[in-house]
Structure formats: C-alpha cells, structure tokens
C-alpha cells in the first residue's frame, strides 16, 4: 500500500515549456486534489476531482489543466510553463475529512 | 474569496507545557467548517480538529482544543501538555458547506518542541 505517489520528485523547465505531473493513488478514494505551496502563501487549490471522470476548478487554475484518468491517477499538465509556476505541487487524496498527501513536486521555470 | 490568516510563522514550546496557534478567516457565509491539520516530515495532512461554525460549543479532541470566536473570526489551537511528536507544521483550514471539496489553507505554523 503505497498510499499517494507523485513523478517526478523535482523537475526544471524553461518558460515556454510543458510537463504533467503524475499522481496516482491506492487507496481507492474518490476525490484528489492537486494543490500548489509557496512560502508564506499556504497550500492553494489548483484543480480537484470528486469522482472519475469529473474536474473542477479550485483557487487557481489559470494555467494548468487536469486529467483524472481514472480512479486511481489525477495527472496536471502545464502547457506553457512561466515562472510564476515555481513552486512544490502536492497531490491528496481524500476520504471524508483526511487528506494523504503525496511526497511532492518540486517545480523551478527559469 | 475566503481567506486564512495564520500570523505566526513559527513558534516554540516546551514538552509538557500548553501553546495556541491562532488563525483569522475572512467569509461572508453564516456556516461552514473550520479544521486544524498537523503535516508532519511525512507530509501526510492529519486532522487535528473540526468545528462546525453553527456549533457554539468548542470542540475538544484528547489534548487539542479550541477557541472558536465567530463574531471575530478566529478560530485558535490550543495544546495542552506538549508532546515531542507535536512537532510539526500546523494549517489552519475553512471548508464551505456546500462546495465540500474546497478547502482554504492558511499558510502554516511550524511548531517547534523541546525537550
């Protein structure tokens, strides 16, 4: 039982540049998160999934688009990367009031 | 928008003495919760505790209490006889009723515990 799994563990892109982020969990939740943390701003939603096949927006989802492929993953793509997008991205997932976050994606765009 | 203030970056208390942690939100709703999450090293979020803003009552978990003050919106953590393991970052969290996936976060308290 692995619980919430996120690739990569750190990642640098150039401005301009795409990636997705990969999250998949085991615990057979239906909702996931994906949040962003910066220093001294706290963790902020970026885009949340109540079930399979279902996507919502959060606090900030300008610039980032999601996929919950299945119940397992919950995947979000960056199209074109800007600085602003530095951060460290954690995926949860979430039964009734307890969210298991995952390890973390550590992002620098230059 | 909903907001989270937690003021204090960082604090230190002593094993076995009390601390509060204080948080501010700003809401224009008359109900919705209010949580304190614990994300130790591991990461993993762990409820602390939960109030239910139309509950007067403070809720109260074993060590864990708080003081929740509505007209002021504020909503503080108070532990009792620290423990080493309470060491960890602490988030505030503001949870509307009917959009029960969104939660708002404060931006952290890291509490230190010394032996």
């Known amino acids: 039982n692995a619980g919430v799994t996120q690739t990569p563990k750190f990642q640098v892109l150039k401005t301009g540049q795409s990636m997705t982020l990969q999250c998949a969990q085991d615990?057979?939740?239906?909702?996931m998160y994906w949040y962003r943390q910066d220093p001294g701003m706290g963790l902020r939603l970026i885009y949340y999934?109540?079930?399979?096949?279902?996507?919502d927006k959060g606090e900030v989802p300008n610039g980032y688009n999601v996929s919950r492929l299945n119940k397992r993953e919950f995947s979000l793509r960056l199209e074109s990367a800007a600085p602003s997008q530095t951060s460290v991205y954690f995926c949860a997932s979430v039964v009734q009031e307890t969210q298991y976050f995952g390890p973390g994606t550590r992002l620098l765009v230059l | 928008a909903q907001t989270v203030t937690q003021s204090q970056p960082e604090m230190s208390v002593q094993e076995a003495e009390t601390v509060t942690l204080s948080c501010t939100y700003d809401?224009?709703?008359?109900?919705?919760?209010l949580f304190w999450y614990k994300q130790p090293p591991s990461r993993q979020m762990i409820l602390v505790i939960r109030?239910?803003?139309?509950?007067?009552q403070n809720a109260t978990e074993n060590r864990f209490s708080v003081n929740f003050q509505k007209a002021a919106k504020s909503f503080s953590l108070k532990i009792s006889d620290s423990q080493l393991g309470d060491a960890a970052m602490y988030f505030c969290a503001y949870r509307r009723v009917y959009n029960f996936n969104k939660f708002y976060f404060g931006s952290g308290t890291k509490l230190n515990v010394k032996p």
């Open positions: 615990m057979n939740h239906n909702s």
């Open positions: 109030q239910e803003a139309y509950k007067q």
């Open positions: 999934s109540a079930s399979e096949g279902t996507t």
């Open positions: 809401t224009s709703e008359s109900d919705y919760y």
